[in-house]
């Protein structure tokens, strides 16, 4: 929704391929596999959910 700023917290498991997603501090999605087997995390990229027009903003992105 327009005006509203999430949260958005990934944990990634690159031994299990598999990742948890956090929105707002609440758990959405457990061990969710990736799309494709890694060894590691070279490069991020952010898609929209879809291919509607509109703007997003991304502040404070961390990688630990």
């Known amino acids: 929704k327009k005006g509203i700023i999430d949260n958005i917290q990934i944990v ?3 031994n299990t391929d598999t990742f948890d ?3 707002n501090g609440t ?3 457990n061990d969710t596999a990736f799309k ?3 060894s ?3 490069e991020i990229y952010f898609y929209p959910y ?3 027009t509109g ?3 991304y502040d ?3 990688i630990k």
């Open 55 to 57: 703007t997003v903003y």
């Open 50 to 52: 879809t291919w509607k």
């Open 12 to 14: 990634a498991d690159t």
């Open 21 to 23: 997603l956090f929105i």
């Open 36 to 38: 494709s087997a890694v």
């Open 40 to 42: 590691d995390l070279a």
């Open 60 to 62: 404070n992105v961390k």
């Open 27 to 29: 758990q959405v999605l």
